[in-house]
């Protein structure tokens, strides 16, 4: 073998010794980022059994000692959140509670952008901001977060951090009455109710207040009780609407407490007051 062939020879030895060792060394930073993902997670899963016997800070010790570990794991930046936020385990902190909501949410955590955009919408812990609340919102309502979905729907309808858009309001309403926000089917019903964004159509604002109704939604028992005094929607019947407006007035609603005088006075023939 010539010198030239020794040299390549010895070349391609230690192009492959590198190869091997650079492979060994990828095998073992791989083997101990998966150990340290694990240690993570048993971190936040002692956390969570201390949350379920109340001990709080020992809860927040642990989901602290997971973070140090793996800073990125969603989970445990939801969990510091929301003990910042509700003062469990530490003293509550606002600021410190959208600084982890904030990491969860860009990770796409949907609860994180629906806690990050009510924190936007309040001025909690960052300025008060519609149109940053309005993204955050939409951002957890195309996932199918019922709650953001209802929130993105009021923004839409009341114009608050986006334009005034009754269409895009019965939109996520319906989204979120369909998972069952009973506030989402009221709102939804009385959109239907006054033809807004949607045709005007009193069965289908019977069907979502009586869906909301059914679940003890004060507003929406008083308004099913409007429809069944006037027969919109539904077949008129003053007992019935008598019912619903009594549920509702046991609820504190003042207008059904209001309501309720007037039709029973109508039942018993008294002239009404103009007030």
Same mark, same amino acid.
């Given at each position: 073998?010539?010198?030239?062939?020794?040299?390549?020879?010895?070349?391609?030895?230690?192009?492959?010794? @590198?190869?091997?060792?650079?492979?060994?060394?990828?095998?073992?930073?791989?083997?101990?980022?998966?150990?340290?993902?694990?240690?993570?997670?048993?971190?936040?899963?002692?956390?969570?059994?201390?949350?379920?016997?109340?001990?709080?800070?020992?809860?927040?010790?642990?989901? %602290?000692?997971?973070?140090? @570990?793996?800073?990125?794991?969603?989970?445990?930046?939801?969990?510091?959140?929301?003990?910042?936020?509700?003062?469990?385990?530490?003293?509550?902190?606002?600021?410190?509670?959208?600084?982890?909501?904030?990491?969860?949410?860009?990770?796409?955590?949907?609860?994180?952008?629906?806690?990050?955009?009510?924190?936007?919408?309040?001025?909690?812990?960052?300025?008060?901001?519609?149109?940053?609340?309005?993204?955050?919102?939409?951002?957890?309502?195309?996932?199918?977060?019922?709650?953001?979905? $209802?929130?993105?729907?009021?923004?839409?309808?009341?114009?608050?951090?986006?334009?005034?858009?009754?269409?895009?309001?019965?939109?996520?309403?319906?989204?979120?009455?369909?998972?069952?926000?009973?506030?989402?089917?009221?709102?939804?019903?009385?959109?239907?109710?006054?033809?807004?964004?949607?045709?005007?159509?009193?069965?289908?604002?019977?069907?979502?207040?009586?869906?909301?109704?059914?679940?003890? $939604?004060?507003?929406?028992?008083?308004?099913?009780?409007?429809?069944?005094?006037?027969?919109?929607?539904?077949?008129?019947?003053?007992? %019935?609407?008598?019912?619903?407006? +009594?549920?509702?007035? %046991?609820?504190?609603?003042?207008?059904?407490?209001?309501? @309720?005088?007037?039709?029973?006075?109508? +039942?018993?023939? %008294?002239?009404?007051?103009?007030?």
């Amino acid at each position: 073998m010539s010198a030239g062939e020794e040299q390549a020879a010895l070349v391609r030895v230690q192009s492959a010794a @590198l190869t091997k060792a650079g492979a060994n060394s990828l095998a073992a930073r791989g083997h101990a980022d998966l150990w340290t993902k694990e240690q993570a997670e048993r971190w936040l899963g002692k956390g969570f059994a201390f949350s379920d016997q109340r001990k709080y800070e020992d809860a927040f010790h642990c989901f %602290e000692r997971g973070i140090q @570990l793996d800073p990125n794991h969603v989970g445990l930046q939801i969990m510091l959140g929301m003990a910042h936020h509700y003062g469990q385990g530490v003293s509550q902190d606002h600021t410190q509670a959208a600084f982890w909501y904030l990491k969860a949410a860009l990770q796409g955590h949907a609860d994180a952008q629906f806690m990050l955009g009510e924190f936007y919408y309040a001025g909690r812990g960052v300025p008060e901001d519609c149109a940053q609340a309005a993204d955050w919102f939409r951002k957890a309502a195309e996932q199918g977060h019922p709650g953001a979905q $209802h929130n993105l729907g009021y923004a839409c309808g009341h114009g608050e951090g986006v334009s005034q858009d009754y269409a895009q309001a019965a939109f996520w309403y319906r989204k979120a009455a369909e998972q069952g926000v009973s506030e989402a089917q009221c709102s939804l019903g009385d959109l239907c109710d006054l033809g807004q964004g949607v045709p005007q159509d009193y069965a289908q604002a019977a069907f979502w207040y009586c869906k909301a109704a059914d679940q003890g $939604h004060a507003r929406a028992q008083n308004n099913l009780g409007h429809l069944y005094n006037h027969g919109r929607g539904v077949q008129e019947d003053y007992a %019935e609407a008598a019912d619903w407006f +009594r549920k509702a007035a %046991e609820q504190g609603h003042p207008g059904a407490r209001h309501n @309720l005088g007037l039709l029973e006075a109508l +039942r018993r023939g %008294e002239p009404l007051s103009r007030s």
